[in-house]
């Protein structure tokens, strides 16, 4: 039995206080090392020893402020406030920095440096994987190192950041949240390297629109508002550009979104594909509501992006990779592991499980003629995009399906020890236990195993290897520049 008495201060449980830092604590803190996901370390000394804590977004030799936001006996989590001195590593660049691209200002070769390192070590601590760096490949660059991504949400806010004095202030911003808030927008005032330079230099030509108009934008507190979200998607193909303004229900007859329309492809000409409006009444903070609607206003709902000699449709709703041209260099790897032994591919079933838009199993498919690949997601929408997509690019030895991929695997026991070559290309969280024994009991030769979350992949792999599979390479592709996140591409092999 536990009696809890609570600290007037930070309303913590005693039993999990320490006694050098408490919860809400706003702390002036040097980054001294880096852990896997970007996460500074940072350490208190004192009579009672050393402390540590973890700010994610942070480097070595940075000093930050940050508060924090769990304290646990031997160590603290902290949410990034503000970078107080850069460090010594890093550089000044012509952009305006935003929480989204945390490391614009360090060298590349340092990044690649750290996400190499931190990856290493949770394959070695978590898969328990001791020769990795044996196994390594290649780490694989993004083409674009900048203006890279093709979309971006820009979120409008009725309360904006005075930097002279500090604090919060009333005004009408359009740019991203304030780093370490919920409650706080900052204007984007001009190119911050990560997505399309135009677009960006004119946003605050069409946040000064916006405010013209007289609606207010969303106020997050009081959960009311018009403006709530402008939304950009970008094809690399035709370098065409597809709009679409999320706002509220109550205010709608007072802007004309046709004329807003005819301001968007004054400042773009022919690069407008289209503009849609979504209506958003729910108080939930994301841009697509599950109930309201999306109408198109002006030219049309989807573009065309190209990834490796076919072409993809998107809409505002379809998942696509946000890096295409990293994206095409991730899919070659995976592609050259899938092919890496022909014998197994060659007149057999390849099982693409977790396919999304079905994008790697076309892209197999297109250069092994005489392979058949099943494609399986839960997300019915991509399936039905996966399915148009291979109609598109006249590709017929594709079969997908909309299902849960271990309730498939069960109800299609047709596959059983006839799939040699199993892609898996889960979601961050990984694959479920019960899941993967399903995958494991398929008895397949080899599997490529793609992930946006290394930790989780490495967690996978400690099940994968007591179930009979070597790690036999690992590569690393650079998807997201100037952020800590990494894709790893592992081949497994009985």
């Not at 160590?75 to 614009?104: F, H, M, N, R």
């Not at 394959?123 to 390594?136: A, T, Y």
């Not at 400690?462 to 800590?484: C, M, N, R, W, Y």
């Amino acid at each position: 039995m536990y009696i809890y008495s609570y600290c007037y201060f930070c309303a913590m449980p005693r039993r999990e206080r320490n006694r050098f830092v408490k919860r809400g604590e706003i702390l002036e803190l040097k980054i001294e090392d880096y852990a896997f996901g970007g996460k500074g370390i940072a350490r208190i000394h004192n009579d009672e020893g050393s402390f540590v804590l973890f700010i994610p977004n942070t480097l070595p030799g940075q000093t930050v402020s940050a508060r924090v936001v769990k304290s646990k006996k031997k160590y603290a989590e902290c949410k990034l406030l503000d970078i107080i001195k850069p460090s010594e590593d890093e550089i000044v660049l012509d952009y305006q920095t935003i929480p989204g691209a945390p490391y614009i200002n360090l060298p590349i070769k340092k990044q690649h440096e750290y996400k190499y390192t931190s990856t290493m070590d949770l394959f070695k601590k978590i898969g328990k994987v001791s020769n990795i760096e044996d196994l390594f490949d290649e780490f694989v660059s993004s083409p674009n190192l900048f203006h890279y991504r093709n979309k971006m949400e820009y979120s409008f806010s009725a309360i904006g950041y005075d930097h002279t004095k500090k604090t919060d202030v009333d005004e009408f911003t359009l740019g991203f949240k304030r780093r370490g808030t919920w409650w706080i927008g900052e204007n984007l005032d001009k190119d911050s390297g990560i997505f399309d330079k135009e677009l960006e230099d004119q946003l605050r030509n069409i946040r000064t629109y916006c405010d013209e108009s007289g609606l207010p934008p969303w106020h997050a507190p009081k959960r009311e508002g018009f403006f709530r979200y402008f939304v950009i998607r970008k094809s690399f193909k035709t370098n065409e550009l597809l709009f679409n303004l999320v706002t509220t229900s109550h205010g709608l007859d007072n802007f004309n979104l046709n004329k807003f329309a005819d301001y968007l492809v004054s400042l773009f000409g022919d690069r407008v594909a289209g503009f849609l409006h979504t209506i958003n009444d729910e108080q939930g903070d994301r841009t697509i509501a599950t109930t309201g609607s999306i109408d198109l206003v002006y030219g049309k709902d989807k573009i065309v992006e190209e990834l490796l000699g076919l072409n993809f449709e998107i809409s505002m709703k379809s998942f696509f990779q946000t890096n295409p041209k990293s994206a095409e260099k991730l899919y070659s790897k995976v592609i050259e592991y899938a092919l890496e032994n022909k014998d197994a591919v060659d007149n057999s079933i390849v099982l693409d499980l977790f396919c999304g838009t079905g994008t790697i199993g076309q892209i197999l498919a297109s250069r092994a003629s005489n392979t058949k690949v099943v494609g399986v997601d839960i997300i019915e929408s991509a399936i039905e995009d996966a399915k148009k997509n291979a109609l598109r690019n006249n590709i017929d030895s594709v079969e997908f399906y909309a299902a849960d991929v271990g309730k498939f695997l069960q109800s299609h026991s047709q596959f059983q020890n006839k799939i040699r070559t199993i892609i898996l290309d889960p979601a961050r969280s990984g694959i479920a236990p019960k899941t993967l024994k399903k995958i494991i009991n398929l008895n397949a030769e080899r599997m490529v195993y793609v992930s946006c979350n290394p930790a989780t992949q490495a967690r996978d792999t400690e099940i994968l290897i007591e179930a009979g599979f070597k790690l036999k390479k690992i590569s690393l592709v650079d998807q997201f520049p100037h952020t800590a996140h990494i894709e790893t591409v592992v081949l497994f092999e009985r």
